[in-house]
């Protein structure tokens, strides 16, 4: 490990701004401060670099490449400095100056690179392989501009450009060394080869120069640091002067900007043909520059690829690097010159595939006529793949199963023919994983079955997990701080240690220093609702938080039909709700998903009812935070009591926010679904709200689902539906959710809000018996703590690590 020296921290510190910046100290802004403490910790994050790139040579490791459309990163700062052991320091140096660390952290900016779970769980496995100190490196693309910037306005979203000042971030080092020449569109020639052999030549391509940034990854304890690569397009020089010679200016300049658009922005629009192409190019554009790099570092300490899946293991993170499939065997057929069976046989036993949906319009499908124009000679390779893998199906099974294997198949057959990525990545890979133990199941029993007869041995569960380093220790101080006074620090590198805490569960002065704790982090996010919204919230009140992309299937609109039949139980007929409450909700719709966005203007609506209303609002208010983020996030976090999980059951493949929010200690309202069956395994049925319909109850039901039924007998939800159709919460514009009021009441309702409804409001009135039992719901939320070792992203890796991937930690 590195010597910390602080001597050289400091000195780092002031060169940077006296000779980087040109300024004197006490002209430095607080965003000079923060580049230059960020530029001295870069520094000594550097020197680990090299000791850990070192001891990976030496040691002749196996590397383990994740290779994600997305990495939700978040600050990077204080979750270094945390992870290096200096906070401490840094925070009493800049304290000597006058300078307070905490509001230095402010002026950092959320990287652009990631929208959701996806890419915030690539972030915490590769802060979990640096804390392992395990040979694991992301592959990304080093965005502009991220999903969107959220705004409301009058109650609906707008998106506004989300720019990262990326060329500026202290932590993105450029790599001008190795560049990659990215061919895409084109034509194949059909030749042979001097033996006879089929020769397709891939001609008249454009090329795309990829520059890859690295931002370097701390492990905790501050013994490795691995890195993140990221990948910006530019425009092929040589090509565009040459156009730009011949006279052609504004079409040299165009070329230019269509080929640097590739790392524009995260997920451009798909509903056209055009922004299909894009964001196919995007994903090639990352698997081509990734499978060449990492490629590139194999062949400098190996000759040849006999041992290329023994050194190297890939991880495709969702469907979007499927083409790696066929990425790995063009270059080993193509360009090295291998045998089709032997490059097969290589490129299986090195790719593995991590499934992250049950949602059917969530598997990527792409039109075979732009995956042959945009890579026509890939398009060939998986035509290849596909043909030999019914062959061999057709081998086992015979002709009898032709429905089977038209489902299996790659190509989708219809009016337009599509390729399916997930069936690729199935066929491409030695291990198909799902992220949570009821997901896995129904990715084996309902969305791909015929696969898993076929290789039953390549499924397998890996829950995810989080890092309790980003999402304890740096997210929630005052907390850490309240643990490690009470069992040391051992438990933020090993969360499993942290049920020591249980010994102190019948200790009331212990209980009251936790609950305070929680009190003061509600109280930092009252100030921010205050600050953003302009609402004044009682943080004595309970925190009831749901905060996650705005989806049907997340079921926003179940917990606004609750709030309603609150707010008229106060309202009209003069009941007692119990303890006050706070509902926040945060998160965004995608941009081109009308009736999510319709949920957020139905929120800000019933909001504007609710918070207004002298005779309700001293018992709930309504908050809808913007722009929901990883810097947002970790202020809302800490601070919830009841932590809102209510996806249909059968719909959430895991969750990620679900296991923040526990290990935070909030209480879980939830179904069935994803790792919340885990979560109330762990933390026990007395410490979590279960409710609703389970995943057979689900299935069974949707075939005979009449929600009008529900609506006639339960004069509740008849009250609050009649709330909804009628122009109570739309004065000015009546009608308005007439849309919601007809998908709920129909047939069609897929998500079964009626049917959950009257469990969900059962569940919430206990939960305002329960708290109002301040030690009882003490130790429920104790226990929330106490209970998640296992969702920490180091146990998943770990599961990864031994049973995917085959790579050790490099320090015992």
Known sequence: MSYFDFTNFE????HHIKYTLGKKIKNASRLDLLNAISAAVGKYLMDISFETNDRYRQNDVKRLYYVSMEFLIGRLLTNNLINLGIYDPCARFLKKMGHDLGQLVDEERDPALGNGGLGRLAACYLDSLASLDMPGFGYGINYDYGLFKQIIVNGYQQEKPDYWP?????????????????PVYGKIEDSRDRAGEYNPMWTDWKLIIGRPHDILVAGFGGRTANRLRLFSAWASEDFDIQIFNDGDYFKAVGRKIRSETISKILYPSDSKDIGKELRLVQEYFLVACSVRDLIRIYQKTNDGFDRFHEKVAIQLNDTHPALTVAELMRILVDENGLEWEKAWNITVKTLGYTNHTLLPEALETWPVSIVQKVVPRHMQIIY??????????QGKFGDNYNDMISRMSIIQEGERQQVRMANLAIIGSHSVNGVAKVHSDLVKTRLVPEFYSLWPEKFNNKTNGVSPRRWIAACNPG?????CDAIGNRWIADLNRIWELEAFQDDPGFLERFMQIKKENKQTLARIIKDKV?????????????AKRIHEYKRQLLNILHIIHLYLSVKEDGK?????????????????????????KLIHSVAQVVNKDPDVNQVMKIIFLPDYRVTLAEKIIPAADVSEQISTAGMEASGTGNMKFAMNGAVTIGTLDGANIEISEQVGKENIYIFGLTVDDVEQMRPRYDPKSFYNRDARLKRVMNAIGSQRFCKDDPGLFRSIYNLLMSKGDYYLHFADFASYVSAQETIGQDFQKKRHWAQKALMNITRTGMFSSDRAIKAYADEIWNIQSQIK
Do not use: C
């Open 479 to 483: 907390l850490t701080k309240f643990i």
């Open 576 to 600: 007692d709700i119990g303890h006050p409450r706070t509902f926040i909700f945060s998160g965004k719709a995608a941009p081109g998903y009308h009736t999510a966005k319709l949920i957020i």
């Open 384 to 393: 290849e793949i596909n043909q030999r893998f019914i062959e061999s199906v």
């Open 534 to 546: 302009f609402e004044t919230v009682d943080p004595e009140s309970i925190f009831d938080i749901h």
């Open 166 to 182: 990326n060329r500026l971030s202290p932590w993105l080092i450029r790599r001008s060394g190795n560049r990659y020449m990215i």
């Open 11 to 14: 000195r780092s510190f002031h």
